[in-house]
Nanobody, 123 residues
Framework: VQLQAFGGGLVQAGGSLRLSCAAS????????VGWFRQAPGKEREFVTT????????YYADSVKGRFTISRDNAKNTVYLQMASLKVEDTAVYFC?????????????????WGQGTLVTVSS
């Protein structure tokens, strides 16, 4: 599975942005998909995950109530809608696909990774 994340950019604090993660090569069928992020000088951290086929989601406390993950299985795409963005949300955001229908919050639970897209939130 090849993944490509896109939709990052520069946004002011309080604004919104939607990231997309598109799969090619193989469909997302039967795979959970997660979003992780990595800020400069920090470790990669879990953001959210959605199960296959999309009936279960889980969020990090830092983004709960502000971010929403969803998936369109017909389009082989997973979305991350981000609202009420904060400066501390600035990071490179990665999408990843697990080998099973449930991904969890650990990066090692995901086998396929996209290249990342940069989100910069200005004050």
């Amino acid at each position: 599975v090849q993944l490509q994340a896109f939709g990052g950019g520069l946004v002011q604090a309080g604004g919104s942005l939607r990231l997309s993660c598109a799969a090619s090569g193989r469909p997302f069928m039967n795979y959970a998909v997660g979003w992780f992020r990595q800020a400069p000088g920090k470790e990669r951290e879990f953001v959210t995950t959605v199960s296959w086929p999309g009936d279960s989601t889980y969020y990090a406390d830092s983004v709960k109530g502000r971010f929403t993950i969803s998936r369109d299985n017909a389009k082989n795409t997973v979305y991350l809608q981000m609202a009420s963005l904060k400066v501390e949300d600035t990071a490179v955001y990665f999408c990843a696909a697990a080998r099973s229908g449930v991904g969890g919050r650990r990066p090692d639970g995901y086998a396929y990774w996209g290249q990342g897209t940069l989100v910069t939130v200005s004050s």
